[in-house]
């Protein structure tokens, strides 16, 4: 009788031996390397293929790549199995421990084997005569393993020894990690190692077994993650704070180096893990000069070299035993016989922050620099400020008004501080841009009301004012003081004689009344209360920073110095490259779901920032530091759909606010404008492909001089209203993109 096996394939790696084509948000189990589809479709179809028993199919894979995913399951009966998505990377002792589980749950103890997602096998009949060959080892308590008969001193791959052979299976001496040549030269010609495929068959009682005996807090805490787990059509989804709780380890290490009774059945299928350049030019379709040539390429008299081009033509002279790959934003060259340490240069791409080990360039980006300007100035000289400086304007009470509606009529809402300092600040930005409109009379009309309805007892700003100016919510907030600081800095510039002493004021009340006593930054309100938030303090080294461009007083640089050492040393979080937004009051991440929160818009401000920082002060390693939040937020906080960027995403690039929202597209565009001159790569299309974004999502399909500023993750607005505090975020950003782009034709 045919026994069940229950299968799993894992498809959780990045990768990187491949890159610059495998990245972290392209990994390369989803590229197509030797013909037929991808590598995960491949595995799943040699998985289906088995000729008899019961065979349900799962596959773990990351959370973030559930649409892709889910492309490649199209089509395929997986016999009642499907995929178990991780919250995070917890290595492959996780996985093989919550294959365990979904088995011993759902199949008892039945076989279960554990596949790799990118490796190359010959024919699915040969593979699974080779695993249906250690199924009987396997039912009878061993753990069961494949190896390949060595034909080249391979440095690239795990080795298995063995020792006496018995009904066909080996049994396994010990597992060796890849070694140099000259001791893979010695495993070729000792004649009883074998390369070490990473495929795995057990039966699920006697893998719980071994996890108990040699690594119970792995078990534990993957078995909590389980019990905890939701379930829905698309999969089943593990909660992160427990799957993160779960130690990080490999198999190999976790177990198999550990336990006693291993075997090994030499696998009668051609095999190859496709990690390197090398093992492509092995594989692929050669031409009769050894080479294997992909996409738009010339190359003439070269020879065994593997030569792809991913866009533009890519041509070759004499070349030989090289390799040869060429992307949208990247070139990768090295004799094949390197090709192997390629994550040296992602090692040493990623210590300096570059974006290119993190994300895959868009398809449909613009090339030409400044090829959305003329839109760009239409839009916001002839229809944006005009509707602004009229229909947003309150000449009754006063100040502006807090929303329009899709009709531009204003909708009588509570008038945020915060919102009548953007409109000062933005009215002045765009004076300063050659505006011909009443740009000192609508700066003038905002700081007048500001200062006669807004002020407080203690020399601050109230956070809320009714329609009619009278006071609606009278608490002194670090983020309005940061957003009335930015206004007068900017009214200041424009000439306004009010808003050098209202700076003024404005700072003595800072430091008397928010400055945090141990000289941690500021505090969310003057009464002290409340947990601690990174985005006021952004806002206030934006502010600074105003005041040092407006004065050149070095005084503000130091401010703004002081917040740059709290982002170093408490908001940015070094491993997963993002930015923290919920603290308690020793600035540790909060509790819960709030401690995991990051907001990709902001990774972008904060990015055009530390730019701003590093030219003014000489830091120039925080460019670093920007380049690395503009890429997590590229890599991990863009729904991939639209293109746009998420409300917020966990640290491990989970979505959390699903809802895109116009200001943080704005920001990207200024993010990328900034980077693009730092010492980075060229960001231009980048630049084109953002603004790009902005106006087809959120502008375009808007009335003349409005916007959209909510969008769900499928493209639809959800928008009631156009609110005036977005209005400073597009002109910023827009005007930036003037200033950095020259006029065709």
């Known amino acids: 009788m045919t026994q069940r096996i229950v299968s799993f394939v894992m498809s959780g790696g990045v990768g990187s031996r491949l890159w610059p084509l495998s990245r972290e948000d392209n990994p390369k189990q989803f590229h197509d390397l030797s013909g037929d589809g991808s590598m995960l479709a491949k595995t799943l179809r040699r998985l289906t293929a088995r000729s008899g028993g019961e065979t349900p199919i799962f596959l773990i894979a990351s959370e973030r790549h559930a649409d892709r995913v889910h492309a490649d399951l199209a089509g395929l009966d997986l016999a009642g199995g499907g995929p178990l998505f991780e919250p995070i990377g917890r290595n492959t002792a996780a996985a093989v421990a919550l294959a365990t589980l979904r088995t011993l749950s759902e199949f008892g103890d039945s076989l279960v084997l554990v596949v790799p997602s990118d490796h190359e096998i010959a024919t699915a009949r040969q593979f699974w005569q080779s695993v249906e060959a250690g199924a009987e080892a396997a039912r009878a308590g061993q753990l069961v393993v494949f190896g390949i008969k060595p034909t080249q001193p391979e440095t690239g791959y795990g080795y298995i020894e063995v020792a006496s052979e018995s009904g066909g299976t080996f049994e396994v001496s010990r597992f060796f990690e890849k070694p140099d040549l000259a001791t893979a030269q010695s495993y070729l010609q000792a004649g009883n190692f074998y390369w070490n495929t990473g495929i795995f068959l057990f039966r699920a009682g006697a893998m719980r077994d071994a996890f108990a005996a040699f690594q119970p807090d792995i078990w534990q805490t993957t078995e909590a993650a389980y019990k905890a787990a939701t379930s829905d059509l698309s999969g089943l989804y593990m909660p992160l704070e ?26 009668s299928f051609r095999w190859n893990d496709l990690g390197s ?18 996409g738009d390429v010339v190359a003439i008299d070269c ?3 593997y ?96 929303a329009l509606g899709f009709d531009a009529s204003p909708l009588m809402k509570p008038k945020r501080m915060r919102t009548q300092a953007r409109q000062v600040y933005a009215f002045a930005v765009a004076r ?34 009714n329609v009619d ?22 009214a200041h510039m424009s000439g306004n004689p009010d808003a050098l002493r209202l700076g003024e004021e404005t700072f003595a009340f800072l430091d008397a009344h928010l400055e945090d006593h141990r000289m941690t930054g500021f505090l969310e309100t003057s009464d002290g209360e409340g947990e601690r938030h990174s985005n006021p303090h952004m806002h206030l080294l934006e502010a600074f920073l105003a005041w040092h461009q407006a004065t050149g007083e070095r005084t503000h640089l130091r401010r703004a110095a002081r917040i740059i050492d709290l982002f170093r040393s408490h908001f940015f979080d070094w491993e997963s490259w993002t930015l923290g937004e919920y603290f308690d009051d020793e600035w540790k991440p909060s509790a819960g779901e709030k401690g995991t929160w990051t907001e990709p818009g902001h990774h972008f401000e904060w990015a055009s920032l530390l730019v701003d920082f590093a030219g003014r002060s000489g830091q120039a390693e925080l460019s670093g530091f920007a380049r ?11 729904n991939r759909a639209t293109g746009l960027a998420y409300g917020a995403v966990s640290r491990q690039g989970l979505p959390l606010d699903l809802i895109s929202r116009s200001w943080p597209q704005a920001e990207a565009v200024k993010a990328a404008i900034a980077l693009d001159g730092s010492g980075g790569p060229d960001l231009k299309p980048e630049i084109e492909e953002r603004v790009g974004r902005l106006f ?19 493209g639809r607005s959800l928008a009631s209203d156009v609110p005036a505090s977005i209005f400073y975020h597009l002109v910023c950003a827009l005007t930036q993109y003037l200033d950095g782009t020259t006029e065709k034709g």
Not at 279 to 293: E, F, K, R, W, Y
Not at 439 to 453: N, T
Not at 469 to 490: F, K, M, P, R
Not at 696 to 714: K, V
């Open 242 to 267: 427990l799957y993160a709780a779960i130690p990080s380890n490999s198999i190999d290490y976790a177990i198999m180096e550990q336990a006693k009774d291993i075997a090994m059945v030499p696998a």
């Open 277 to 294: 350049w090398q093992s492509l030019l092995d594989v692929g379709p050669a031409d009769d000069q050894g080479n294997v040539i992909v």
């Open 303 to 305: 020879e065994n070299s």
């Open 307 to 402: 030569i792809r081009s991913d866009g533009r033509l890519l041509s070759a002279i004499g070349m030989k035993d090289v390799a040869i790959v060429s992307t949208a934003d990247a070139t990768f060259v090295a004799p094949v016989s390197h090709s192997q340490h390629v994550k040296k240069i992602v090692e040493q791409l990623e210590k300096s922050g570059r974006l290119e080990t993190r994300f895959t360039p868009a398809h449909d980006r613009v090339i030409e620099s400044g090829a959305w300007r003329r839109r760009v100035r239409h839009w916001l000289f002839q229809e944006t400020l005009p509707l602004w400086s009229t229909s947003g304007v309150d000449e009754r009470h006063g100040g502006f008004y807090e």
């Open 432 to 465: 300063a841009h050659g505006w011909d409109g009443p740009a000192d009379r609508l700066i003038s009309h905002g700081i007048e009301f500001m200062a006669r309805q807004g002020r407080t007892n203690n020399g601050g700003w109230v956070r809320t004012l």
């Open 469 to 490: 100016g009278s006071v609606a919510d009278a608490t002194e907030d670090a983020y309005d003081h940061s957003c009335v600081l930015l206004a007068l800095a900017h």
């Open 628 to 638: 690395k939040l503009y890429a997590s937020a590229v890599a991990n906080g863009l």
């Open 696 to 714: 087809r999502w959120h502008i375009d399909p808007a009335p003349l001089g409005l916007w959209i500023d909510r969008i769900d993750e499928r």
